[in-house]
């Protein structure tokens, strides 16, 4: 079993329970601003995270504040590493201005779903990435695209799975438009949990076993309960002997 895993949530898209959330999570992925937030939220998040000693990532997006960069778009590859490149380049400014710094990458909503499954998108990001700063990780599910072109141009990837999604037996998440999309039972979410920590296997919703690599935990900061799921699921967690700690950077 692994009983070291990071915890992260998407923070700075305006839900109002950052300050808590921060105090469960070792990782905070931060809105750049094209789905949600502003230059004065990225910076007081980015502050906020590194007075609580989380992890501090970037989290770009489709440009899409009208469906919270969750509506699926097609891009040309040059337009993708842009903005991209466009959104991580004014975070790491944001972070140096607030004496931080960026330790990983995880895209939002389609960008990275589609990522998760289009070969040249996940390889245009991976591209974006090393080309802004290659010491970062990526967030990334594993046997995904995005893990796949992480690899081949040896950018370092975190495998991430998700609490407080339902999957598909593809792999997949269950999408945002279908009912049994969200997992709202904070016990049922850590038995979950355990199963891929110990296992590496986690249950669709058809009821099939789908292999995950868990090394970091999503709890979706914009989801209703999110604070107290957070603090069920991490208590559980600690008391089973796993230790909550961010990816570390090797000299």
Same mark, same amino acid.
């Not at 589609?114 to 040249?120: F, I, S, T």
């Not at 069920?232 to 230790?243: A, H, I, P």
């Given at each position: 079993?692994?009983?070291?895993? =990071?915890?992260?949530?998407? $923070?700075?898209?305006?839900?109002?329970? =950052?300050?808590? $959330?921060?105090?469960?999570?070792?990782?905070?992925?931060?809105?750049?601003?094209?789905? *949600?937030?502003?230059?004065?939220?990225?910076?007081?998040?980015?502050?906020?995270?590194?007075?609580?000693?989380?992890?501090?990532?970037?989290?770009?997006?489709?440009?899409?504040?009208?469906?919270?960069?969750?509506?699926?778009?097609?891009?040309?590859?040059?337009?993708?590493?842009?903005? &991209?490149?466009?959104?991580?380049?004014?975070?790491?400014?944001?972070?140096?201005?607030?004496?931080?710094?960026?330790?990983?990458?995880?895209?939002?909503?389609?960008?990275?779903?589609?990522?998760?499954? =289009?070969?040249?998108? *996940?390889?245009?990001?991976?591209?974006?990435?090393?080309?802004?700063?290659?010491?970062?990780?990526?967030? %990334?599910?594993?046997?995904?695209? $995005?893990?796949?072109?992480?690899?081949? %141009?040896?950018?370092?990837?975190?495998?991430?799975?998700?609490? =407080?999604?339902?999957?598909?037996?593809?792999?997949?998440?269950?999408?945002?438009?279908?009912?049994? *999309?969200?997992?709202?039972?904070?016990?049922?979410?850590?038995?979950?949990?355990?199963?891929?920590?110990?296992?590496?296997?986690?249950?669709? &919703?058809?009821?099939?076993?789908?292999?995950?690599?868990?090394?970091?935990?999503?709890?979706?900061?914009?989801?209703?309960?999110?604070?107290?799921?957070?603090?069920?699921?991490?208590?559980?967690?600690?008391?089973?002997? &796993?230790?909550?700690?961010?990816?570390?950077?090797?000299?």
């Amino acid at each position: 079993m692994n009983l070291v895993v =990071d915890l992260n949530a998407d $923070l700075g898209e305006g839900a109002g329970h =950052d300050d808590e $959330l921060l105090q469960l999570v070792s990782s905070a992925s931060i809105a750049c601003g094209f789905h *949600a937030g502003d230059p004065v939220s990225i910076l007081a998040s980015i502050r906020a995270a590194r007075e609580r000693g989380v992890a501090v990532g970037a989290h770009p997006s489709f440009a899409d504040r009208e469906n919270f960069g969750r509506m699926e778009v097609a891009l040309p590859a040059g337009e993708a590493f842009a903005i &991209v490149a466009y959104q991580l380049g004014a975070f790491q400014a944001m972070a140096t201005a607030a004496g931080a710094r960026v330790n990983h990458v995880k895209p939002h909503g389609a960008l990275y779903n589609m990522a998760v499954r =289009d070969e040249k998108l *996940a390889e245009w990001i991976v591209q974006t990435v090393l080309a802004v700063d290659p010491s970062l990780f990526l967030f %990334a599910p594993g046997e995904s695209a $995005l893990e796949r072109a992480a690899q081949s %141009a040896k950018l370092r990837v975190v495998r991430e799975v998700f609490a =407080d999604r339902n999957y598909l037996a593809d792999g997949s998440l269950v999408p945002r438009t279908r009912p049994d *999309a969200l997992l709202h039972d904070s016990e049922e979410a850590a038995v979950r949990v355990f199963r891929m920590l110990r296992e590496g296997v986690v249950r669709s &919703v058809e009821g099939k076993d789908v292999e995950v690599q868990a090394e970091t935990i999503c709890v979706h900061g914009d989801t209703p309960g999110a604070v107290e799921f957070a603090r069920s699921l991490r208590t559980s967690l600690e008391k089973n002997g &796993v230790s909550i700690q961010a990816p570390r950077p090797t000299p």
